[in-house]
């Protein structure tokens, strides 16, 4: 629900909501939410339309996925370098990948005033 809200201000309202129904229940719970809030929650100062794909990680946990597929095929590896190497032509490769396909709108960041999103 808190990462749905249509604006940061209905975020903190809904954190709140939660904080007050379950701080005395689930302590470590709450005070783990609202230490990780305003990170969890700097997608409300991007345009709207990113949103949905900046919110989440999907993007770097299939890299991560990418690069343990590749990095247990090859099994052992004679140093760090020759593996640095394996991960970095995996990277550079999704990241070719990523440029092909336009995922977020980089026009709707140029020439933006900075709101405040409160």
Known sequence: ML???TSLAEARK???RL???WSQELPEAMACLQGGFNAATTFYWFPKAHWKKIRSTNGLERLYGEIKRRTRAVGAFPDRASALRLITAVALKVTT?????RYVDVSLL???EVDQAA
Do not use: M, V
């Not at 990948?97 to 396909?101: A, F, K, Q, S, V």
């Open 3 to 5: 990462f749905k809200a």
């Open 14 to 16: 809904l954190l709140n």
């Open 19 to 21: 904080l007050g129904r």
């Open 97 to 101: 990948i990523w440029g092909d396909r």
């Open 110 to 112: 140029e020439n933006r």
